[in-house]
């Protein structure tokens, strides 16, 4: 099944929303893969942000992605990347619709509490760039027969 990577960013850590972020995908029906707290590179931070280099905003990234520990997740279900991406909202947090996460919890472009991945390809990336092989779980999640149809799961 699909998988995708979410970073909760330093402000969300300090701002005691770990917990909260959590939550959400869970109670979405999403199942949790990996997580762990870590602190970010520059080399991390150059690979992972590398679309972003010639931005004028990018020293000023780096550097707060830096501040503080990160919580990675890796979060799996049918179509999850296009799905917490809607869960989490638009970058610029003041104007994300109520009801996302950044909606409901945030005002800040930057300050925006959560990354997670844009694609799939960018999940695989990203997953390689954070996780080793024994840090992932396969274990079967028993309530998954109420969140998908059969016919759903074996897509
Ligand atoms: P995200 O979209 O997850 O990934 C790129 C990050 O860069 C973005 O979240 C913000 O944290 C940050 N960002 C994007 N645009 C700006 C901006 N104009 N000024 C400052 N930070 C930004």
Known sequence: MEQ???LVKPDGVQRGLIGEIIARFEQKGLKLSSIKMISLTDAILDE???HHKDKPFFPGLKSYMKSYPVVAMLWEGIDVVATVRTMIGI????????????GDFAMSQQYNLIHASEDVAAAEREQRI???DNEIFDWQKID????????ERSR
């Open 91 to 102: 970058t610029k947090a003041r104007d994300a619709a109520p009801g996302t996460i950044r």
């Open 144 to 151: 998954e027969v109420h969140i998908y149809l059969d016919t």
């Open 130 to 132: 954070i996780f080793r």
């Open 4 to 6: 995708t990577v979410v």
């Open 48 to 50: 992972w942000y590398a």
